[in-house]
C-alpha cells in the first residue's frame, strides 16, 4: 500500500511540475515535495528493516516453545487442536498442490518431510493429552506447526486473536517492529499531540489576541467635563421645527380629529423640538422619527378603540390618545424597562428611579395636560404619561440616530438610559465647545460623539480599511484571515450586545481616558462623560467575549459532550455484557498476567468507569478551547489585575478557583486510581468487594457530575422554565424507555459485531496482557488486527449513536398516538372500523359551518354541497381523484 501511494503521489508532482510554468515553485508545491520526500526516506527505512528482518540466517530462528505460556488444561487443549489442525490444513494444501504439480520436486520432498515430521509429533501430542501430561502435548503440537512446518517464522501460542504472531527473534532483529506496527504508536502520539496542542494553541490565540489590535485610544482630557453648573446654558428648542412638527400632527395626520388632539400635538411637537436641541439630534432623523410615532400611534388608537367595540363598551375617545400611548409604550418599552429594572436592582449602578418625569438633559417641553389623561386623573396621571412620551420619543431619535447600532438593542437601551437621566444644561454642556464651520456639511454632535466611537469599534474589529469597488461604491476591507468566517476571539454583535445585558460587567468594565469608570462618575453626569470614553479598550472582543466561537469539533464537543458520554456509557456497558468474562487466562502476576481490563465480568464492568477520567479530560480541553479570557478572570478573580487594582477579594478568588480545580480533577480522576486496584486484588476476597464497591461509587458520582450537575454556574445562562413535576417525570420516563429500548436493540448488534470478530479472529485490546501487548505491538498481523478492530467498533458506535434519532421519533410517534386516542375518549373500534369518507359531510357541517341553515330533512349544512363539488373539481384538476 505504502509502495504504491509512494509511486502515485510522485507521478502526481512530477506532472504538476511540468504543467507548471510558474518559477519560482508555488510554496505549497515546495512543501509537497517536502512532505512526500520526508515520506519516502521513512518508507525506504522501513523497506531496509523488512528486507534486514527478511534475510535473517535460519541458524536465528526462534524456538516457538519457549513463547508458551502457563494455560489452563482447556487452553492447552485448544492449542493442541489449533496447531494440529493447520497442520492437517498444511497437509492437505501439499497433497492438492502436488496434483496440480505447482511445485518443484525439491519443494515437495521439502514440504513432504515437515509434513511427515509434524503429523508424527501431533499424533504424539494427541497421546500425551490422553495420558493426562497436557502441557507437554500442547507444547509438542506447537512444536509440530510452529517449529517444523513455519520453521519458527510464526507461533501459534496464543488463545486470543491473533492466535499466530511472528515471535520477536533476537536483539540483531529488533527491526522486525514493522511499519504497521509503527503507526499504531505513531497514532496514539500524534493523538496526544493532537490534544495537548490544542490547549497550547489556544493559550497561545489568547495571547496574541490580548496584546495585538487593541486598537487607538482617544486622547487623555485637555480638562474634565463640564457638570451642570458649569458655563454653558441649556439651548432652546428650536421654533421653526416645533411649528413644522406640529403642523405635520395637524394638518396631515387621521389622529388630528380627535378630542385633544391639537393640546397632545403641542406637547409632542415641542418635546421632539426640544430634544433636538437638547441633544443635537439630526434634524431630518427627528421628522422620520415624528412620522414614526404618529404612525404607531394611529395603530394603537384603532386597537384600542376596536376592543372596546368588541366588548360592547363605550369607546371614550377624549381618552384615546392617552390609553393608545399607555400601550404603545407597554409594547415598543418592554425591554428597555426589563433592562433598566435590571440595571436598577445591581447597587453598583447607581441608578435611582425617578418618579416624576425624567430629567433628559434639562430639555423644556409642554407636558401632557391633566384633562386628556383618563381617570382617576390627577397631576401624578399626567405626570406618568408624560414620562412615557418621553422615554418613547427619546428612544425613537436615539435608535434613529444607531445605523448599525440597531443590531445591538441593549447598546440602545444603554445610550437611552443615559440620555434619560442626564442633568442639564445640554448642548455644548454634553459635547464641549462647538467647533467653527468652514461652510462644509457637518454631522449632528450625537451621531458624531455618542455613536461614531462605538461603531468605529465595531468597524476596526472586523475591517481594515474601506476601498472603492468596480462600480464606485464603497468596499470595506476585512482584516485578513476574516474572509471566512470571523476568529474566535473577535466580537461580533451578539458579544456587545450581551456585554450591555449585564450590568456588572457594565458597570466594572467601561474605562474613561482618565483611567476611572463610567460609573464612577455621577448619574445626571454620565451621557456627557459617554464622549470621553474610550471604547476600543472597554469593548475589545477579546476582554468581553463569554465564548470562542471555534470553528472545529472542539466547539461541538464542547456543546454536545454530555450526549456523547451518555451514548459511550450505553455503548461501553453493552460491550462488555456481550463480550463477558477474559476465560481462559494464562496464570501469571495480578499485573502482567491478566488482562488489560480484567479477567472477571465485575472487574471488565468497572472498566467502564475509566469513561470518567477520559471524558472528564476532554471535556476540559473543550472547556479551554471555548471559553473566553473574559469568564477565565471572572471565575478566578483576575478582573481586578486587568485593571490594576487587585484587592484580597481578587486574591481569594484566585485561590478558591485553584482549590476547586483541584476539587473537580481529583473527582474524575479517582475512578482511574480505584480501577487499578480492583484489576489488581482478588476478586473472591472480602477486601476487594470493598474495593469494588468504592470504584462503582466514584464512577457513578463522576458520571452524575458530567450528566446531571455541570460544574460551572456559568453554565446555566438563564433560569430553567418552571414545568409540573408530572410532566418532568414523564419526560424522564419517556427518554428512560426509549434508551431502554435502543439499548436491548443495541446488544444485538453489539453480539453480531462480537461474533463477526470471532470468527475473523480479530484481537481484542482489553483481553491482552501487558506482557503479551508489550512484545505484540511490534508485530504486523496483530497491528494490522488492531486497525480492523478499531475500524468495526468505530463504525458500530457510530450507527449506535445515529439511531437515536430514529427511536427518538418512534416514540414521539407512539406517545402522540396515544395522546390522539385519549383525546378521542380512545374510540379504537370506531377509529379502526368507522366509514370516515361516509361522515365527511356532518363532520364539515358541524365544525365549519357550525352557524350556518341546514337543509331540510338532514343535518347538512346548506353551503356543503356547493364547497364540496368545488373542493372535488380541484382535485380532479390535480389529478387527485
Known amino acids: 500500500f505504502f509502495l504504491k501511494w509512494h509511486c502515485w503521489v510522485s507521478r502526481v508532482l512530477s506532472q504538476f511540475r511540468t504543467s507548471t510554468a510558474m518559477s519560482p515553485s508555488p510554496a505549497s508545491f515546495r512543501a509537497a515535495i517536502v512532505v512526500h520526500m520526508s515520506l519516502a526516506a521513512v518508507l525506504r527505512v522501513a523497506g ?52 496440480q504439480r505447482s511445485v ?76 504497521a506496527g509503527i503507526l499504531v504508536l505513531i497514532l496514539a502520539v500524534l493523538t496526544l499531540v493532537m490534544l495537548l496542542g490544542a490547549a497550547v494553541e489556544s493559550c497561545v490565540k489568547r495571547r496574541v489576541a490580548e496584546v495585538a489590535g487593541t486598537g487607538q485610544d482617544e486622547e487623555p482630557l485637555s480638562e474634565p467635563p463640564l457638570s451642570s453648573s458649569g458655563l454653558y446654558t441649556a439651548p432652546m428648542p428650536d421654533s421653526v421645527l416645533m411649528m413644522e412638527l406640529q403642523d405635520q400632527w395637524i394638518r396631515h395626520s387621521c389622529l388630528r380629529v380627535l378630542p385633544g388632539a391639537h393640546r397632545m400635538a403641542a406637547s409632542t411637537a415641542s418635546l421632539f423640538a426640544s430634544l433636538q436641541s437638547t441633544f443635537e439630534f439630526q434634524t431630518d432623523s427627528v421628522r422620520n422619527q415624528f412620522d414614526h410615532l404618529l404612525s404607531m400611534w394611529r395603530s394603537h388608537v384603532a386597537c384600542v378603540a376596536d376592543r372596546a367595540v368588541i366588548q360592547d363598551e363605550e369607546v371614550e375617545e377624549e381618552y384615546l390618545l392617552a390609553c393608545a400611548l399607555d400601550e404603545l409604550h407597554g409594547e415598543l418599552m418592554e425591554g428597555f424597562c426589563k433592562w433598566r429594572e435590571k440595571f436598577r436592582a445591581c447597587k453598583a449602578a447607581g441608578m435611582d428611579i425617578d418618579s416624576g418625569v425624567p430629567k433628559a438633559g434639562g430639555a423644556q417641553w409642554e407636558l401632557i395636560d391633566v384633562a386628556l389623561v383618563p381617570p382617576p386623573g390627577g397631576p401624578a396621571e399626567a405626570a406618568r404619561h408624560s414620562g412615557q412620551l418621553l422615554e418613547v420619543a427619546l428612544y425613537l431619535l436615539v435608535w434613529g440616530e444607531s445605523g448599525n447600532l440597531r443590531f445591538m438593542p441593549e447598546v440602545v437601551y444603554f445610550i437611552t438610559e443615559m440620555a434619560l437621566s442626564a442633568v442639564g444644561p445640554g448642548g455644548s454642556n454634553f459635547y464641549g465647545p462647538r467647533r467653527t464651520s468652514d461652510g462644509s456639511f457637518q454631522s449632528g454632535r450625537f451621531l458624531a460623539h455618542i455613536i461614531r466611537p462605538i461603531y468605529t469599534l465595531v468597524f476596526d474589529e472586523w475591517y481594515q480599511k474601506v476601498d472603492v469597488n468596480a462600480k464606485g461604491g464603497d468596499l470595506k476591507v476585512l482584516h485578513e484571515g476574516f474572509e ?9 454583535y451578539d458579544d456587545w450586545n450581551e456585554f450591555f445585558s449585564e450590568p456588572e460587567e457594565v458597570v466594572n468594565e467601561i474605562l474613561l481616558s482618565t483611567g476611572q469608570t463610567l460609573f464612577d462618575v455621577p448619574a445626571g453626569e454620565r451621557f456627557a462623560a459617554l464622549r470621553h470614553t474610550s471604547w476600543q479598550v472597554s469593548l475589545k472582543g477579546s476582554m468581553i467575549k463569554t465564548h470562542r466561537e471555534c470553528h472545529s469539533f472542539w466547539g461541538v464537543f464542547a456543546a454536545t459532550h454530555r450526549i456523547w458520554l451518555l451514548h459511550a456509557l450505553l455503548f461501553s456497558v453493552g460491550i462488555v455484557v456481550v463480550a463477558g468474562s477474559a476465560t481462559l487466562r494464562p496464570r501469571g502476576t495480578y499485573w502482567d498476567g491478566r488482562a488489560l481490563l480484567g479477567d472477571a465480568f465485575v472487574v471488565r464492568l468497572a472498566a467502564v468507569g475509566l469513561l470518567v477520567p477520559i471524558h472528564a479530560l476532554l471535556a476540559t480541553l473543550a472547556r479551554a478551547e471555548t471559553t473566553s479570557n473574559h469568564i477565565m478572570r471572572q471565575s478566578c478573580g483576575w478582573l481586578g489585575w486587568r485593571r490594576g487594582r487587585c484587592c484580597c477579594c481578587d486574591l481569594l478568588k484566585s485561590c478558591c478557583c485553584f482549590l476547586r480545580f483541584l476539587f473537580w480533577a481529583a473527582l474524575f480522576v479517582l475512578p482511574a486510581f480505584t480501577f487499578a486496584a480492583v484489576r489488581a486484588c482478588d476478586v473472591n476476597a472480602p477486601a476487594c468487594i470493598v474495593v469494588i464497591v468504592v470504584h462503582y461509587l466514584a464512577s457513578a458520582a463522576g458520571f452524575f457530575f458530567l450528566l446531571f450537575a455541570p460544574s460551572y454556574s456559568r453554565d446555566r445562562l438563564f433560569s430553567l422554565t418552571a414545568v409540573p413535576l408530572s410532566l ?137 354541497p356547493p364547497i364540496w363539488d368545488r373542493i372535488l373539481a380541484h382535485m380532479r384538476y390535480e389529478d387527485k381523484c
Open 728 to 864: 418532568r417525570l414523564l419526560r424522564y420516563f419517556f427518554w428512560s424507555i426509549i434508551l431502554a429500548i435502543k439499548f436491548l436493540f443495541g446488544l444485538k448488534i453489539f453480539a453480531s459485531v462480537w461474533n463477526a470478530m470471532v470468527l475473523l479472529e480479530i484481537g481484542t485490546i482489553g483481553r491482552e496482557t501487558p506482557s503479551e501487548l508489550e512484545g505484540l505491538w511490534r508485530n504486523s498481523m496483530w497491528a494490522s488486527r488492531f486497525y480492523e478492530w478499531a475500524l468495526l467498533w468505530f463504525t458500530a458506535f457510530f450507527l449506535f449513536c445515529a439511531d437515536t434519532a430514529l427511536w427518538f421519533q418512534v416514540g414521539c410517534m407512539v406517545l402522540g398516538a396515544s395522546i390522539a386516542m385519549r383525546q378521542r375518549g380512545c374510540m379504537f373500534w370506531e377509529y379502526m372500523f368507522e366509514d370516515d369518507i361516509q361522515k365527511i359531510p356532518r363532520r364539515f357541517s358541524d365544525v365549519v359551518f357550525m352557524y350556518s341553515p341546514r337543509l331540510p330533512h338532514c343535518h347538512l349544512s346548506a353551503f356543503f
Open 484 to 492: 471566512r468566517f470571523l476568529l474566535p476571539d473577535v466580537a461580533n
Open 104 to 179: 518443484s520436486v525439491e519443494q515437495q520432498q521439502d514440504w513432504t518431510s515437515r509434513v511427515a515430521q509434524a503429523n508424527a509429533s501431533c499424533e504424539q501430542a494427541y497421546t500425551l493429552f490422553a495420558s493426562g501430561r497436557e502441557k507437554e502435548a500442547a507444547t509438542l503440537a506447537v512444536y509440530a506447526f510452529g517449529d517444523v512446518i513455519m520453521r519458527g517464522y510464526l507461533c501459534c501460542t496464543r488463545l486470543l486473536p491473533p492466535h499466530c504472531a511472528v515471535p520477536v527473534i533476537s536483539e540483531s532483529q529488533y527491526a522486525v517492529r514493522t511499519p
Open 48 to 99: 531496509g528493516m523488512i528486507s534486514e528482518a527478511n534475510t535473517v540466517n535460519e541458524t536465528e530462528a526462534p524456538n516457538c516453545m519457549k513463547w508458551m505460556e502457563d494455560y489452563t488444561n482447556d487452553g492447552f487443549a485448544i492449542l493442541i487442536n489449533r496447531n494440529c489442525g493447520r497442520v492437517a490444513q498444511a497437509r492437505a494444501d501439499l497433497a492438492a498442490a502436488s496434483k
